[in-house]
C-alpha cells in the first residue's frame, strides 16, 4: 500500500484524507491518506523520507519550507517560490503547486475584472502570479509592507494597512489564516466593510467554515464561496500526480467530490 499524507498547523481539521481515501477506495487504488501535524518547517522532508511517504500535500505554514526542500520544482511553483505538493521518484523529491490553478478553476464561474488578494502568504503569491498570468492584475493587502517585498519585485500594486485607500474590486480573496480557529477578520473592519460594499464576490480560502470574512460578506450582499471548491480542483490535480495521471480526470472529479460530500 502507498502512503499519502497532508502535513500542516494546524491540520486537525482537514478533510483532505476524507476526500482522497473514498477516491482511492472507488477506483481501486491501493494507497491510504492521512494527516500530521508538523510544526516546524525545516522538519518537514525529514518527516517525510522517515515516515516512507510517496506523496504528501503541504498546507500552511509550511509551504515556503517545503519549496526550498524539494529536489525538483516543476511548473509555476518556480516562479511563485511555495509548494502544496511534494511526490517521491526515483529517491528524490518533486515538488507543484497545485494552489493556483485550483483556486483559479474554482472562480471561474464568477463574471469579475479587478481582484483584492489579503494576505502576502504562500497561497496569495501563488493565486496572484497564476491570475497574472491570465491577464488580470491583482492588488494585494496585508498587515506589514515587510511582507509585500516579494510582490512589488513581481511589479503588482501592495498596500499594508496604513497605506490602503478602499478602491472598487469585484472579487475579494482572503487567504491569510483568520477565522480558521480564532473568530477574527484577515483585516480592520473599518477597511474592509468599503471594500465589500462596493464588490461583487468574496471568496475564502478557509472551507468548511463560514469565517468572519464570509459572515461579512453576506451582510453586505456579496455572492460567497469558502475554499471547498478549491481544495476540491488542487486535490483533483494532486490526486493525479500522485496517482501518475492513471484515471480519468472526471472520475476523479467525481470521486473526489463524493468523498467531500460524505464527510
Same mark, same amino acid.
Not at 36 to 50: A, P
Not at 109 to 119: H, N, W, Y
Not at 161 to 184: C, H, K, M, Q
Not at 222 to 243: H, N, P, R
Given at each position: 500500500m502507498k502512503l499519502y499524507a497532508i502535513f500542516g498547523n494546524p491540520v486537525a481539521h482537514s478533510i483532505s484524507p476524507s476526500m482522497h481515501n473514498y477516491a482511492f477506495e472507488k477506483l481501486g487504488f491501493d494507497g491510504c491518506y492521512t494527516k500530521?501535524?508538523?510544526?516546524?518547517?525545516?522538519?518537514?522532508?525529514?518527516?517525510?523520507?522517515?515516515l516512507g511517504l510517496e506523496g504528501v500535500n503541504i498546507t500552511v505554514p509550511h509551504k515556503e519550507h517545503a519549496f526550498l526542500q524539494a529536489d525538483e520544482v516543476l511548473g509555476i511553483a518556480k516562479t511563485i517560490g511555495a509548494v502544496n505538493t511534494w511526490k517521491r521518484k526515483d529517491g528524490k523529491i518533486y515538488a507543484y503547486n497545485t494552489d493556483a490553478p485550483g483556486f483559479y478553476?474554482?472562480? %471561474?464561474?464568477?463574471?469579475?475584472?479587478?481582484? &483584492?488578494?489579503?494576505?502576502?502568504?504562500?497561497?496569495? +503569491?501563488?493565486?496572484? &502570479? =497564476? #491570475?497574472?498570468? $491570465?491577464? =488580470?492584475?491583482?492588488?494585494?493587502?496585508? %498587515?506589514?509592507? +515587510?511582507?509585500l517585498h516579494y510582490f512589488r519585485q513581481k511589479g503588482f500594486h501592495c498596500f499594508s494597512?496604513?497605506?490602503?485607500?478602499?478602491?472598487?474590486?469585484?472579487?475579494?480573496?482572503?487567504?491569510?489564516?483568520?477565522?480558521?480557529?480564532?473568530?477574527?477578520?484577515p483585516a480592520p473592519k473599518e477597511l474592509l466593510e468599503p471594500i465589500m460594499e462596493r464588490a461583487k464576490y468574496a471568496v475564502d480560502v478557509i472551507y468548511n467554515k463560514m469565517t468572519p470574512f464570509l459572515q &461579512?460578506?453576506? $451582510? +453586505?450582499?456579496?455572492?460567497?464561496?469558502?475554499?471547498?471548491?478549491? @481544495? @476540491?480542483? $488542487?486535490?483533483?490535480?494532486?490526486?493525479?500526480? #500522485?496517482?501518475? #495521471?492513471?484515471?480519468?480526470?472526471?472520475? /476523479? /472529479? #467525481?470521486?473526489l467530490r463524493q468523498g467531500l460530500e460524505v464527510v
Open positions: 500530521i501535524l508538523i510544526e516546524r518547517g525545516e522538519e518537514l522532508r525529514e518527516r517525510f523520507l522517515s478553476e474554482s472562480v %471561474r464561474e464568477f463574471d469579475f475584472d479587478s481582484i &483584492l488578494i489579503i494576505g502576502a502568504g504562500g497561497t496569495a +503569491k501563488a493565486i496572484a &502570479l =497564476y #491570475f497574472k498570468e $491570465q491577464g =488580470y492584475d491583482p492588488h494585494i493587502l496585508n %498587515r506589514s509592507a +515587510k511582507r494597512w496604513e497605506e490602503f485607500e478602499p478602491s472598487r474590486y469585484d472579487l475579494v480573496i482572503n487567504t491569510t489564516s483568520a477565522g480558521l480557529i480564532e473568530e477574527t477578520l &461579512l460578506a453576506r $451582510q +453586505k450582499g456579496l455572492i460567497y464561496k469558502d475554499g471547498t471548491d478549491m @481544495l @476540491l480542483f $488542487q486535490g483533483v490535480l494532486a490526486f493525479e500526480i #500522485f496517482t501518475d #495521471f492513471a484515471f480519468e480526470r472526471k472520475d /476523479v /472529479v #467525481f470521486y
